[in-house]
C-alpha cells in the first residue's frame, strides 16, 4: 500500500511584522479568514489522511472557523515556527501515522497555493522518495550590504525562495528538526542538514506569504483575478 499523506498547518505565529488585533491567519480575505483559504487547498486532494494545526495556546478563533470536508486535529504549538511544527510531528508519531508516512507542511499565511503546484510538488517527492520543497527563483539583483554601503553583488542564478509545501516523510522530517534544533529555519534545512538534498519543485510567485498588510492587499487582488 501507497504511504498516506498527512498535511500540517503551522498557525501558532503572533503575525509580529503583520500587527493589528488578530494574528494574521485570521485577517479577511475575499469574505474568509486567511487560514480557511489555506485549508481549502487541500480539500480533494486525493489520499490526505488529515490535517494538524498546530495553534496558540489561547487560540479563541480556530475552533469557530468552516473547515474542509477531511479530519482536522488541533495541537498546541510553540515558541517557534520549528517547534509547532514538531508538536504536530509528534501528534502523528504518536497517534494515527506511521514512521513512513508522507506530511506536507504548510504556512497557514500562504493562503494562494494552486492546486497544480501541489499536485506538481506530490508527484516529485513520491517519485524520488526523498521529498521537497515548492519555490521560485530570485527575480531581482541581490546586494550584499551593512552600514549603509553596498560590498559586492551576488550571482543569483541558482538562488532560489524556499515557499512551501515542504513535503517529507514523518519520521525522517521529525529526527531531523530535533537534531538540527533552532538553526534550521525550514524543513528542507532541517534535511540539508541531516545529508538529504530536498527536491526544488518550481511553483507560483502567487503562492506568498501573507507577512504584512500590503502582502494582504496583493492577494486580495490576485484572489479577485481568479
Ligand atoms: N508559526 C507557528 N508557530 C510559531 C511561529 C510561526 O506555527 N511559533 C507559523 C505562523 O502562524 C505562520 C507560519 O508559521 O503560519 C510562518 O511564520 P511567519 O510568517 O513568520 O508568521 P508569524 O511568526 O506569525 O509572523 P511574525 O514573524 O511577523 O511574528
Ligand atoms: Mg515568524
Known sequence: MRNRRWVVIPAAGRGERFGGSLPKQ????GGRTVIEHTLACFAGVPGLAGIV????ADDKIFGKLTL???PVHTTIGGATRAQSVLAALEWLQNGP???QDWVLVHDAARPLLARADLDALIAECEQNDVGGL?????????KRSSGGQVHGTMRRDDVWHAMTPQMFKLGPLERALR???PEATDEAMAMEMAGVAPAMVRGSTDNLKITTVGDLL?????LAAR
Open 26 to 29: 485570521y485577517a479577511k480575505l
Open 53 to 56: 494545526v498546530p495553534l496558540a
Open 68 to 70: 474542509p470536508n477531511l
Open 97 to 99: 501515522a506511521a514512521d
Open 134 to 142: 515548492l519555490g521560485v527563483p530570485v527575480a531581482d539583483t541581490l
Open 179 to 181: 537534531a538540527a534544533g
Open 218 to 222: 496583493v492577494a486580495d487582488a490576485i
